[in-house]
């Protein structure tokens, strides 16, 4: 189970909150805020999320660091311990959301990276979209399809692709059994889809682009 309570989220977190503290006392700062959480993130190198960042966005630590200095400068001392901010609780709380949300049984560093893309807010995001990654959107999708695909995109007919009206369509089987599937429309949205079965998520998508349509299914 996930847990909800702060106290029993930090344990949960405790190895990017390690990090991220380690970050934040490098650079002499009071407080440990969403830059110094995505810092941290950026130290487990194995995460989904470095590897997002690295393959698609061409961002690595040292260039997050650089930022993160440039936009809050090098502080002038510590204290121990370095609290929380009230917004980098916030975050570990969406993150552990998230985690509930896709089933998955832990939390990791992934799904802080998440949380940012998905809420937009805070230091993090500002870096993030300072770096290139203007579509925090965009980046939340790569994350969520790296952490859930088993394979290869199952290859779909063209006439599939047709009767949904879609430019692209996507399926994946999840790790955990679940079908994920990602359309395209011709004007670029892409939005993602999550069934226990892949009759049900055909289903879903039949609606959704009939509803889209203002069309009855």
């Not at 995505?38 to 989904?48: K, N, P, Y």
């Not at 790790?175 to 289903?203: M, N, S």
Request: proline residues 4%.
């Amino acid at each position: 189970m996930i847990p909800t309570e702060d106290t029993a989220l930090q344990q949960a977190f405790a190895p990017v909150l390690a990090y991220a503290e380690a970050e934040a006392r490098d650079l002499k700062h009071i407080y440990i805020g969403t830059e110094h959480l995505l810092l941290g993130m950026l130290r487990e190198e194995s995460s989904v999320a470095s590897e997002v960042l690295r393959t698609h966005f061409k961002i690595g630590y040292a260039q997050v660091r650089s930022a993160l200095l440039f936009i809050c400068g090098e502080g002038t001392d510590t204290h121990t311990p370095i609290p929380l901010t009230p917004r980098s609780r916030l975050l570990l709380r969406l993150a552990a959301e998230e985690a509930t949300r896709l089933n998955h049984q832990q939390v990791a560093a992934s799904h802080i990276f998440l949380a940012i893309c998905q809420h937009q807010e805070g230091i993090a995001a500002g870096i993030l979209e300072s770096l290139g990654v203007t579509n925090l959107r965009n980046a939340y999708t790569l994350a969520l399809e790296a952490m859930t695909r088993n394979d290869e995109p199952l290859a779909l007919p063209d006439m599939t692709k047709a009767l949904l009206d879609v430019e692209s369509l996507n399926l994946w089987k999840t790790r955990e059994g679940c079908w994920l599937a990602e359309i395209k429309t011709a004007d670029q949205d892409r939005t993602l889809f999550r069934q226990p079965t892949l009759a049900d998520l055909l289903t879903q998508l039949y609606h959704a682009t009939c509803e889209q349509k203002g069309e009855q299914p």
